[in-house]
C-alpha cells in the first residue's frame, strides 16, 4: 500500500508535532482530538510554528499555506477512515492505548497500518487487540518531532516485513533517520538514557552537586546541548516516571527504579515546562 494519508490521534506536543513533519512533507493529514476546542488549538499551534519558520526565512508564505491546506481536524475517530497510516500518539498508558488499537482496527480500512508513538510500552500488546496484528508497530518520534531526525521504527512479533518496509519508508520520506528495533522496554534511546537521567536525580538527592552544577558538567563535560534536568522537564516528570517505571517493571535493573525526589515531584504536580514547575521554574 501507498502511503499517502496519514491520520494522526492526540492533541498533544508530540501529536502536532508529528503532523507538520508529515504534512511539511507532502502528505495529507488528519488530526483527531477529542475535542474541537484541543483540535483547532493544535492546527493553530502548527500555524505559528510555521509562521517562526517564515519569519527566518527556512519557509515561504505560500508554503507555509500548501502545508496548513494538508491539515485537516476532526473529532471522529471515523474520520480516520480512509488513511492508510494512522499513528497514535495518546497518554503512555496501555490501559488506554489498547481498548483505541481495537476500536481502531474496527474503523479504519482494512490493509492500513495502526501505529503508536510509544517511547517505551509494549507494541505487541496494542497489536494483539487487532484483527490486523500484521499491520501494526511503532513510529517513534521524538520531541520536538520536526527538529529530531531519528525515529525508531519498532518491530513487535508480530508485524509482516512489508509492514515495517512501508513505515520505515515513509519516515525515510520524511526527511528522518529511521532504526528498527525490537520491541522491547525503552527501544533504543530510552533504555539507555533513562538510567543516566534517573542516576543525575539520585546524585542531586544526596547532595553531590546542585541542579545547575549537575547540568553545567554535562554540558561542559560530554558535550550534550542540555543537562539532565533540562532535559527532564522537557520531556516532562510524569512521562519520566511512567518510562522509568515500565523499564523496572521488564528488567528488574535497579537503575530503573525512580529515585523517590522523581516520584515525589510528580505528586506534587511540578512535571516540568508543561506546568511550569519541574527541576526549574518556567514561570519566572
Known sequence: MSITRV????SGIMGSGIAEVAAANGYEVVLRSR???TADAMKGGLEKSLARQVEKGRRTEEEKAEILGRVTTATELSAL??????IESVVEDLDVKVPLFTELDAIVKEGAIIATNTSTLPVVEMAVATKRPDRVCGVHFFNPAPAMAL?????????????????TAFAASCGKDPVEVKDQAGFIVNALLFPYLNNAIRLLESGVASRDGIDTAMKGGCGFPMGPFALLDLVGLDTSLAILDALHTEFKDPNYAAVPLLRRMVAAGRLGRKTKHGFYDYNK
Do not use: K, N, W, Y
Not at 477512515?81 to 494512522?86: E, F, G, Q, S
Open 81 to 86: 477512515a480512509d488513511c492508510d497510516l494512522v
Open 151 to 167: 525515529v525508531e521504527i519498532v518491530r513487535p512479533i508480530t508485524a509482516s516485513d512489508e509492514t515495517i518496509d512501508e513505515v
Open 7 to 10: 491520520g494522526i490521534i492526540g
Open 35 to 37: 475535542s474541537q476546542a
